[in-house]
Each structure stands twice: as structure tokens, then as C-alpha cells.
């Protein structure tokens, strides 16, 4: 990972915590209310929501520059929509071995190389949700093995297809978007194999 840069540095005073009080509890959330001080100094009234697992997501890329796409139906937007493998593991687990299931249980693969390339917070004005993401390569195919509440379709698209479909706006998860983003970044940068790269840039 490269330097920090010098403009990346804490200015003023931090948010303060003050009573807090839970308002909503599951086995995924918690939805906790804050009596808090602004770094303005000014009082406010914050609604925290707390997620109870890290957020994964998984890049599988073909040596032939192909990835795979898993679309469902999601509850929230009430859309449907085409994701990178994707899923959630506990805070106090290893995430690789979540990553690894994730892909396993949704695409049907098995990757020999694994490498962490995005680490991101996700809506961090209203929530806690941290997630990571990995590259995986060297695939084999597996038998898919969805949770029981998930009916996914699998698509293997060229890399730079779905690229382009992300920037066109057709792909909206954002976490894809940005898994997507970063693996461009590598194979523009130099920093994955040479023919993978060239395979996966088209």
C-alpha cells in the first residue's frame, strides 16, 4: 500500500457520544439513538445504525478476463439487481473464510489466489458497515449453494462488459461499482499479472 499522503489529516474537533439508547435490535442490526455533540460544538440527536456483520465482496476473475455476476431480487430497493458474489461474515471471524463461502455458495467456484484489494465504509454518514473485498483467481467450478432465501441467477461476462454496464449506470451496487473500479485501477497500474490484465482489458 502506498504512502499516505500529507492532506490526508484530522481537522477540528470529533463528533462526542453522549447517552445512547437502543431503539431497534436484530441478529443483523441495531438501531441505536444518540444524544451527541457536532465538532461544531452545537447538540444533535443521532440515529446510529450498527452492523453486526463485515460486508465481503468478491472479484472472480477468469484466466480468460471473464467474471462472474450473481443477479437477485433485493428487499430494500425492491429491484432486481446484478452483483459481484456478495454477502456478510462476523466481525470476529476470519473474513477470508467468509469471502470463501460467499463465492463458493453463490457462484459455484473455488479460487487458489486470493488478495484483499478494496477496504471501504459504506454510508458511513448513518451507519457503521465496513466491508472488504477481494480479487480471486485461479477458479474452479463448484457446485452453487444459495441460502435458502436467495433464488440467483449466474451470468460469466466479460470484464470490461460489466464495466462498462456499471459506468452506464446499469449496475447500481455500490460496493460492485467499486470492486469493478478497483480492479481496473490494477490492470491499467500494472499491479496484476501481465496476460491477466491484458485479458481483463479487452
Known amino acids: 500500500m502506498s504512502q499516505k499522503p500529507g492532506w490526508l489529516k484530522t481537522h477540528g474537533a470529533p463528533w462526542e457520544r453522549g447517552e445512547a439508547k437502543v431503539v431497534y435490535d436484530n441478529p443483523w442490526i441495531r438501531v441505536t439513538e444518540h444524544q451527541a455533540r457536532a465538532p461544531t460544538g452545537q447538540p444533535a440527536l443521532y440515529g446510529l445504525v450498527g452492523f453486526k456483520n463485515l ?22 430497493a425492491q429491484d432486481y439487481s446484478w452483483e459481484l458474489p456478495e454477502g456478510g461474515g462476523p466481525l470476529d471471524a476470519d473474513p477470508l473464510e467468509g469471502a470463501k463461502r460467499e463465492l463458493r455458495e453463490e457462484a459455484g467456484l473455488a479460487a487458489a489466489h486470493w488478495q484483499v484489494i478494496l477496504q471501504t465504509q459504506l454510508s458511513n454518514s448513518v451507519t457503521d458497515e465496513r466491508a472488504i473485498g477481494y480479487l480471486a483467481t485461479s477458479l474452479t467450478p463448484l457446485e452453487p449453494d444459495p441460502d435458502e432465501t436467495e433464488l440467483l441467477a449466474l451470468e460469466r461476462v466479460p470484464f470490461r462488459e460489466a464495466l462498462e454496464a456499471a459506468m452506464a449506470g ?31 482489458l479487452g
Open 55 to 76: 460486508a465481503l465482496a468478491v472479484l472472480p476473475v477468469h484466466d480468460d478476463g471473464s467474471i462472474v455476476l450473481v443477479g437477485q431480487s433485493r428487499f430494500p
Open 170 to 200: 446499469h449496475l447500481k451496487d455500490m460496493l460492485t461499482v467499486a470492486m469493478l473500479l478497483r480492479g481496473y485501477h490494477m490492470a491499467r497500474e500494472g499491479a496484476l499479472p501481465a496476460a491477466l490484465a491484458r485479458a481483463m
